[in-house]
């Protein structure tokens, strides 16, 4: 039997990319989801590829907010509990760049912007996480966050969503250090370039992204960019205590060998 069989699992932003991907993973594994977004049309589709791959309609719970909203955070710890009981993975996955000063340099943006990045990558994850403390506390649960590599990097074209996920991985080892002593795991995960859809949600055109992922995997040790269910796997992984158990506060990096290329020999 799976080790998430019948357990229950919060997957934020799951109405696309990553998220979706992640989704569909824990439902083949018989986990009972909370899955959420903001676009109803593609929170359903995800709902529709999760009972494709074996979860019952009951065993689905559909949230429609925004991540941001504290109240929405509330609800969605909230409900979760109320439907399934308990509360064994959360999944804080949701989260992304602003496009709006896409390829500005960090003194030709609006400061304004660095507050909305910590909101959308950090806040809503801290505010999440400390709700649903007392829950995994009774699980044995887990926390995996999704980071980026952009946390490592100097990433000139979008440097407050950098900066913001560079404070999400010290978060990361701040909760974990902090929460095992009450028996709950966290770690993140931190993608490089995975094909999704997310230049478009930041207000990108559908051309921008192509763009972006086009030629990016040739260029890629790995020859290819990543998939949502490369990083979904991974995020099964730091999930399952089983299998992962050793890892508290952990970040890894998961980009193709991007992060091994050298500065001073590129091709090599
Ligand atoms: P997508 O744009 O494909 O999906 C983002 C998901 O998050 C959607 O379900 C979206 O919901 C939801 N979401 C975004 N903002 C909000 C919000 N304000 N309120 C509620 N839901 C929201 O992105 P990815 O799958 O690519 O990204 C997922 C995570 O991976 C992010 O944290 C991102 O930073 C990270 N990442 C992605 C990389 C990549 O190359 N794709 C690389 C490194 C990290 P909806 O569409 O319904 O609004």
Redesign the pocket.
């Known amino acids: 039997m799976s080790f998430f069989s019948g357990k229950v699992v919060i997957v934020?932003?799951?109405?696309?990319?990553?998220?979706?991907g992640t989704a569909v993973i824990f439902a083949k594994e018989g986990a009972k989801l909370t899955i959420?977004?903001?676009?109803a049309q593609?929170?359903e589709e995800t709902k529709q590829l999760c009972l494709k791959a074996g979860a019952k309609q009951s065993d689905i719970l559909e949230l429609i907010?925004?991540?941001?909203d504290a109240s929405f955070n509330e609800r969605l710890i909230s409900a979760t509990v109320e439907k399934f009981g308990r509360l064994d993975v959360l999944v804080n996955?949701?989260?992304?760049?602003s496009m709006t000063n896409f390829g500005k340099g960090i003194f030709d943006i609006p400061v304004d912007e660095f507050d909305q990045m910590m909101e959308?990558?950090v806040k809503q994850v801290l505010r999440l996480s400390q709700l649903s403390v007392p829950h995994l506390e009774k699980t044995n649960g887990a926390i995996v966050n999704?980071?980026?590599?952009?946390a490592f990097h100097q990433q000139s074209k979008m440097p407050y969503y950098s900066a913001a996920?560079s404070a999400l991985d010290q978060i990361t080892v701040q909760m974990a250090a902090s929460l095992i002593k009450k028996g709950i795991r966290v770690n993140s995960v931190n993608?490089?370039?995975?094909a999704?859809?997310?230049v478009v949600?930041a207000g990108g055109t559908k051309d921008d992204q192509d763009k972006m992922f086009a030629g990016m995997g040739s260029s890629m040790p790995l020859g290819r960019v990543g998939l949502?269910d490369d990083i979904g796997k991974i995020i099964l992984f730091l999930a399952d205590r089983s299998q992962s158990e050793i890892l508290i506060g952990h970040i890894v990096t998961a980009d193709g060998g991007v992060t091994l290329k050298s500065a001073m020999f590129p091709d090599a």
């Open positions: 934020t932003g799951s109405s696309n990319g990553i998220g979706r959420t977004g903001r676009n593609s929170l907010g925004e991540i941001t996955n949701a989260g992304g760049a959308l990558n999704v980071s980026s590599i952009a996920k993608p490089g370039p995975v999704t859809n997310v949600a949502p």
